[in-house]
């Protein structure tokens, strides 16, 4: 009987260590951080064939349907930012510079 408790509590601790050891965007929208990455590695290519980043989404050769609700900003000739809302106040963010995903939240 202990031994099914005790298994039975580590299940139902599984999904709180989880959320607490991995970033939150990966794992709660990753469709949207894989539809984000295929929008970095092309800005990327972009800038390579190009020098410089491209003004908008719209001059990727992406479908709008995989560019849809996805926000671009050009901070300067190194640094982009890509943003995504996931509910209100919420949103993933990909900064160029730091190379990775982030979930920020307004609260």
Same mark, same amino acid.
Not at 27 to 49: D, L, Q, S
Not at 62 to 85: L, P
């Given at each position: 009987?202990?031994?099914? =408790?005790?298994?039975? !509590?580590?299940? +139902?601790?599984?999904?709180?260590?989880?959320?607490?050891? /991995?970033? &939150?965007?990966?794992?709660?929208?990753?469709?949207?951080?894989?539809?984000?990455?295929?929008?970095?590695?092309?800005?990327?290519?972009?800038?390579?064939?190009?020098?410089? =980043?491209?003004?908008? !989404?719209?001059? +990727?050769?992406?479908?709008?349907?995989?560019?849809?609700? /996805?926000? &671009?900003?050009?901070?300067?000739?190194?640094?982009?930012?890509?943003?995504?809302?996931?509910?209100?106040?919420?949103?993933?963010?990909?900064?160029?510079?730091?190379?990775?995903?982030?979930?920020?939240?307004?609260?």
């Amino acid at each position: 009987m202990k031994k099914i =408790f005790v298994i039975s !509590l580590i299940l +139902l601790l599984f999904p709180l260590l989880f959320y607490i050891l /991995f970033p &939150y965007c990966v794992w709660k929208h990753p469709f949207i951080v894989y539809r984000g990455n295929a929008i970095v590695r092309t800005i990327e290519e972009y800038k390579c064939r190009n020098q410089s =980043f491209p003004p908008n !989404l719209n001059e +990727l050769n992406i479908s709008a349907e995989k560019i849809k609700g /996805f926000f &671009y900003e050009i901070h300067n000739d190194d640094r982009y930012i890509i943003w995504i809302g996931t509910t209100l106040g919420e949103s993933i963010q990909f900064d160029s510079t730091e190379g990775k995903w982030r979930f920020s939240s307004d609260n």
